[in-house]
């Protein structure tokens, strides 16, 4: 069964660094997005991405951060200079032209 | 009013016990309607869509009051391997695209 895929499975980094965190979505997918989660919070939305642009954020989602589809297959969210509150599970998700989005492991970043 | 509010839990059941959870949402304008489950430090995962006329999947049930704005979940005969967060999940009033997550109601199921 096909399955979204992120990379690294966590991410250690210092504050004011920047972080690259990877997903492979499902190859027949064309809705990609990206969720954070603190621990102990709920599954927060960032940023849903379609036909190579944004179609949507949150106010989390400000200057500090991008995403990109660099290729056919992988699917980005940059950080540019991180804070410790941007500590969190992020979760990548993709769906096709159904309402179902289908979330990958999720990439643990903490930053000390 | 928080956009998508749960029961609180954690509930704790017996195996074998039926169990109900609650959502609630302030978009009256909502179009889609999910459960899915987590399991602790992994992904959140569909359990179910929730349509308007409700549907059951199994032992699953969920139902959708959209005068009350008001979603259900039922769980029939519950197993240890029902243990889990379930998390109500709702389409924002802004974008068809963007989606809502709920807080999440615990659930441990009991030998």
């Known amino acids: 069964e096909p399955e979204v895929t992120q990379t690294p499975s966590h991410q250690v980094t210092q504050m004011g660094q920047e972080v690259i965190l990877r997903c492979v979505p499902i190859?027949?997918?064309?809705?990609f997005y990206w969720y954070r989660q603190i621990l102990g919070q709920k599954v927060e939305f960032l940023v849903s991405f379609y036909n190579n642009e944004i179609s949507e954020k949150s106010e989390i989602f400000d200057d500090q951060f991008s995403v990109e589809r660099p290729d056919g297959s992988n699917f980005t969210l940059k950080i540019r200079s991180t804070k410790l509150e941007d500590s969190a599970m992020y979760f990548c998700?993709?769906?096709?032209?159904?309402?179902?989005?289908?979330f990958g492991p999720g990439t643990r970043l903490t930053v000390l | 009013r928080k956009e998508v509010e749960q029961d609180p839990g954690p509930f704790n059941v017996p195996e074998g016990a039926t169990v109900a959870f609650n959502c609630t949402y302030s978009n009256s304008a909502s179009q889609s309607f999910f459960w899915y489950r987590q399991d602790c430090r992994k992904e959140p995962k569909l359990l179910m869509s929730v349509y308007s006329s409700g549907n059951e999947d199994g032992r699953f049930t969920a139902q959708l009051n959209r005068a009350s704005q008001y979603i259900s979940l039922l769980i029939r005969d519950s197993k240890l391997s029902d243990s889990a967060t379930y998390l109500c999940?709702?389409?924002?009033?802004?974008?068809?695209?963007?989606?809502?997550f709920g807080p999440g109601t615990s659930l441990s199921v009991i030998p």
């Open positions: 998700a993709s769906r096709d032209s159904t309402d179902t989005q289908y």
């Open positions: 190859s027949n997918h064309l809705y």
């Open positions: 999940v709702v389409n924002s009033e802004t974008s068809y695209d963007k989606v809502i």
